[in-house]
């Protein structure tokens, strides 16, 4: 037995990844580039060896990551391409941004100056880019009306005449970009657009202007700038479930085993505070996966697993390393046996989609809580390829 695969393990298929970006690609124009987010591990799918997958493709120039411990881990695995941190760096960073090659945003005028000051200090230049908040309310220079522009222009360019800087883009996020309704999606651009136009009109090119997130690059490929990024397109989370995007293909699948297999008798109290009580006489299995594996504790009496092909309900509480599934009634039941969270179970397929409305949960989120003790099995061509040991 492989040892990875011996208690609880993603399955990541490559090959599904990449036609995923193949996908993507096709949205855009050929001399639009492309940005893979691979911030949070990748979405849980493991951040060098998705990176060092999507380096293989030429439109693939740079990844987006969310600080710089992200970008430095990249660094440190082989990782040549251009790093853009898209959460804050603190200006105290200046050193390490310049010594690991790395672009990071200058979210206001104040940033920008300390961040130059400290640029000085270390003898080193910073590659920045100028984040706008277009409407969201987040990290960035605002221009949200008419009123903002001026003030947004003016800190723009302040930025862009600091000297320890080399700024060369701009971008700008989406709140809504997978919705319907266009209104909001079309008011932040028009925020954006006018703020990039302004500042190349004053003599600054931006070659590295964007604002398409995963659901702006489906939805909205007209506002398609220089780049775009994405990391849900990658990973098969939809941006719209009301709108499934028919092309994408789930590349993770999470696994257990079955470690016991027990009858318990009616009356009897299952998992911590007794939440669940037997009606009947009842056959439960123990699978070694908690919520320390990344399980959503609101599967506690909730979910299902899928053994041998059939729905086993999640009975009591997910524990921190186990839960418990009923298995009355599914034959050939053994101990030993792989059970599936989410993914393929021979001719029946768990899918997570359905799993988190049904617990409440968003896609992402999931997938980016599955924690560094579960090893990633990545599979190319229908074989195991290489295994990924966060833990040691």
């Known amino acids: 037995m492989n040892r990875a695969m011996h208690r609880t393990w993603v399955e990541v298929d490559l090959d599904r990844v990449w036609a995923n970006l193949q996908n993507a690609l096709s949205k855009i124009h050929e001399d639009t580039t492309f940005i893979a987010v691979v911030k949070a591990d990748a979405y849980g799918h493991g951040a060098p060896a998705l990176a060092k997958l ?51 945003p200058l979210v206001s005028a104040r940033h920008a100056r300390a961040m130059d000051r400290e640029a ?3 003898r080193v230049k910073v590659k920045g880019q100028i984040k706008i908040d277009s409407g969201m309310c987040r990290l960035g220079i605002v221009n949200h009306c008419e009123q903002d522009l001026s003030g947004a222009v003016e800190e723009a360019l302040e930025i862009l005449s ?51 997130n995963s659901g702006a690059i489906h939805f909205h490929p007209e506002f398609a700038l220089r780049a775009v990024r994405s990391g849900s397109l990658l990973y098969a989370v939809q941006p719209d479930s009301k709108r499934p995007i028919l092309e994408m293909s789930m590349p993770m699948q999470l696994r257990s085993r079955i470690a016991q297999i027990k009858t318990v008798r009616e009356g009897a109290f299952i998992g911590y505070d007794c939440t669940y009580q037997v009606k009947g006489e009842m056959q439960i299995a123990i699978i070694p996966a908690g919520y ?36 009355t009634g599914i034959e050939g039941v053994e101990e030993g046996q792989v059970v599936t969270v989410f993914g393929q179970d021979g001719a029946y397929y768990q899918d997570m989609f359905k799993l988190c409305a049904e617990i409440g949960a968003h896609p992402a989120q999931l997938l980016c809580n599955l924690t560094k003790r579960v090893p990633r099995v990545y599979y190319k061509d229908g074989e195991i390829a290489f295994v990924e040991y966060a833990l040691i």
């Open 292 to 327: 320390a594996d990344g399980i959503p504790s609101a599967m506690s009496n909730k979910g299902w697993l899928l053994v041998g092909g059939q729905k086993a309900p999640v009975v009591g509480k997910v524990c921190m390393d186990q839960l418990m599934v009923d298995v």
């Open 120 to 122: 000085a200090r270390a």
């Open 162 to 212: 600091l000297g320890n800087l080399e700024v060369d883009g701009i971008f700008t996020h989406f709140s809504t970009s997978g919705w319907e309704d266009t209104h909001y999606a079309d008011f932040q651009y028009e925020n954006f657009k006018k703020v990039l136009e302004a500042v190349e009109e004053k003599g600054y090119p931006m070659p590295f202007a964007h604002c398409c």
């Open 54 to 104: 999507l380096e293989e493709e030429p439109r693939v120039t740079a990844f987006g990551v969310a600080s710089i411990d992200e970008a430095i881990q990249l660094r440190e695995r082989g990782i040549e391409r251009r790093i853009l941190v898209l959460g804050f760096v603190d200006e105290l960073l200046a050193e390490e941004i310049a010594k690991w090659d790395l672009t990071v």
